[in-house]
């Protein structure tokens, strides 16, 4: 009896953690847009790229988790920031 206490204790703690992990991925971690500001400087950059915003976005993973819907508040996002490229 204790042994299959544990398996199904074991079974129960696995399951959560699953489902934990996936509502993570489809609810939380969708929004954990970062923005992070950064300022280059350097000699060899020439005066005429003063003042140029450069936004860089990765790790998009469409598909699955990342729907039309959450594309759509990213591209409203990067619009917001007002990038020049």
Not at 38 to 47: L, M, N
Not at 54 to 62: E, K, P, R, T
Not at 66 to 79: A, K, P, Q
């Amino acid at each position: 009896m204790k042994i299959q206490y544990k398996i199904l204790s074991i079974f129960i703690l696995f399951c959560t953690l699953v489902a934990g992990l996936i509502y993570d991925s489809r609810y939380i971690a969708p929004k954990r847009f970062v923005t992070r500001y950064e300022i280059a400087s350097s000699t060899r950059i020439p005066s005429g790229l003063n003042d140029l915003n450069i936004l860089f976005f990765s790790d998009l993973h469409y598909g699955l988790y990342m729907d039309s819907e959450r594309m759509s508040d990213l591209v409203n996002t990067i619009n917001n920031a007002g990038p020049d490229v």
